[in-house]
């Protein structure tokens, strides 16, 4: 199976030095190609710079560990994960990490590679500022920055590669589980996804991140915290995934 996945948060930049991004680490987004490494997969990892990467997240020793001994087994343990996965692992970094950047590499990995799955945990700016040649004055005491709506990247993607399992995120904060079914419910629609995973920012930053996983014509289900997170939503995602490949394989010429 091949599967592209999209992590981080995109840039939107205000001048030549300056830029709006939002607080996306791209961890999950890493934790999810490393649960679809670890059943097979070649996964095409599409990350913003300086966002968390599947595997490598973890390669630096910890000098303030209790137990420096363990500290470097687990190090030694994660190389021989990495060499056991790294010929399936492709990562795509963004050079601008802007949304039509974003876009550009999205589409070029749908035109060269057979893909099967997309999960598209991405946080994609809404806004971008319209744009300022060098550098705003650093004298004003006031900036006033005018934005733009930005493009929806995934919108797009039912065009580019009409066969592919679609997995899009709604991010909300405080919002009740209601709200984020209801909300997921009408992006679903609108993106033309298979799958709208919802969450919510408060509940992850409390450590109980839960998912709200909405499909169309289906009950929503919920997964709740656990350190296999994302090892439970990838398991969805290939159950319900190969359900559908299994029903298109039966369909007349």
């Not at 040649?133 to 920055?145: H, N, T, Y």
């Not at 493009?151 to 209601?178: C, H, M, N, Q």
């Not at 909300?183 to 969450?199: F, P, Q, W």
């Amino acid at each position: 199976m091949n599967v592209v996945v999209t992590g981080g948060g995109t840039t939107a930049p205000i001048d030549d030095v300056r830029l709006i991004t939002n607080v996306s680490s791209g961890r999950f987004a890493a934790a999810i190609s490393e649960a679809f490494l670890d059943r097979g997969a070649s996964v095409w990892h599409i990350h913003v710079p300086g966002s968390q990467l599947p595997v490598l997240r973890g390669a630096q020793f910890d000098p303030d560990a209790s137990d420096p001994t363990a500290e470097l087994e687990r190090l030694v343990r994660l190389r021989e994960r990495w060499l056991g996965l790294r010929d399936r692992l492709h990562r795509l970094p963004l050079a601008q990490g802007t949304v039509a950047d974003y876009a550009a590499t999205l589409q070029r990995v749908f035109a060269t590679q057979p893909i099967d799955v997309a999960v598209l945990a991405m946080a994609v700016s809404d806004f971008e500022p319209e744009p300022h040649a060098g550098k705003v004055s650093s004298d004003r005491d006031s900036l006033v920055v005018h934005c733009r709506r930005t493009p929806k990247v995934i919108r797009s993607v039912r065009d580019w590669t009409p066969s592919v399992y679609l997995v899009g995120f709604k991010l909300l904060s405080g919002a009740s589980p209601e709200e984020l079914i209801r909300r997921a419910e009408s992006a679903g629609r609108i993106n033309r996804a298979d799958l709208t995973v919802a969450n919510d920012l408060q509940l992850l930053r409390q450590g109980r991140h839960t998912l709200h996983l909405v499909r169309p014509g289906a009950a929503p289900e919920t997964l709740e915290p656990g350190d296999d997170l994302a090892e439970r939503l990838v398991a969805r995602i290939l159950t319900w995934s190969g359900a559908r490949r299994s029903d298109s394989s039966h369909l007349p010429a």
